[in-house]
């Protein structure tokens, strides 16, 4: 079957839930160091900003944020110090050995998508990858041992710079289409939750203007509850207004999208 378009998606909170592991271990990290623990809506607003897409430097930062908010003289703790604590908290073990042996948040999460979506997605002309900045142990975790991937394509942290730099991006989209990317090509999407993601597609559009690129982003899960609906509404504007093109209500909603009419 001809391809009609390559997707890449980000992993936390696109294809599995990252409230009760990623940001709960931010919670607890900055809890650690000031006493004080940032809210969902916390978090969710500091993402807002568009620049905060890696949770180590986020939680470093909300840390700062509070001292100085509340004229304290806190010592802030080094980076590395906040790493080490983030992912005693996330995999409770050594992320370089068997997930067998770890025993933190990362075993709370809750995957959005299964093995079939993908299948689904190829069956329809579909190439489709993964630009995630989360480590490699993380993301190899989810995608290979909990939703079944054979060595999908990937580009995790230490990869290429963070987002919304998009040279991982653009990277993998080149390995993917082998190097073709322009006018002629086929579309080439992007699934995030993040205006860091939306970001990513806005800059990759500058550096190669010839090639359509497609911005979609959807409202991170723990905002899909009834009870979050002014909430998530608000998220979404604020996607709309950094330039998604187009806004997801469930993940799945994809194999029922043409991208050639964007």
Not at 120 to 128: A, D, R, T
Not at 161 to 190: C, H, M
Not at 231 to 259: F, K, P, V, W
Request: aromatic share 10%.
């Amino acid at each position: 079957m001809k391809n009609i378009c390559l997707i890449l998606f980000d992993i936390d909170g696109v294809i599995r839930s990252v409230e009760n592991s990623y940001r709960l271990s931010l919670k607890k990290t900055v809890y650690k160091f000031t006493g004080w623990e940032p809210s969902y809506v916390d978090i969710d607003n500091a993402k807002n900003e568009g620049t905060w897409n890696n949770d180590w430097d986020l939680s470093l930062e909300l840390i700062k944020r509070y001292s100085k908010k509340n004229n304290l003289n806190l010592e802030i703790p080094p980076r590395e110090m906040i790493v080490k604590c983030f992912e005693k908290f996330y995999f409770g073990g050594d992320p370089n050995k068997d997930s067998k042996y770890w025993s933190g948040f990362i075993k709370n999460e809750e995957l959005l998508v299964d093995k079939k979506f993908f299948d689904l997605l190829q069956s329809k002309g579909i190439i489709w990858g993964f630009v995630s900045g989360a480590e490699y142990a993380s993301a190899k975790f989810v995608l290979e041992k909990r939703v079944g991937l054979k060595s999908p394509p990937l580009v995790s942290m230490g990869d290429a710079p963070d987002k919304p730099n998009p040279k991982g991006f653009i990277n993998l989209s080149k390995k993917l289409l082998g190097n073709r990317l322009g006018q002629s090509n086929i579309p080439i999407a992007y699934v995030g939750d993040t205006i860091a993601d939306i970001n990513t597609i806005i800059n990759a559009r500058k550096e190669i203007p010839s090639q359509k690129f497609i911005s979609i982003g959807i409202a991170p899960p723990h905002l899909h509850l009834d009870s979050r609906l002014k909430e998530r509404n608000s998220y979404e504007t604020n996607l709309r207004n950094a330039g998604a093109d187009l806004i997801l209500n469930s993940i799945n909603d994809l194999q029922h999208i043409h991208l050639d009419s964007f």
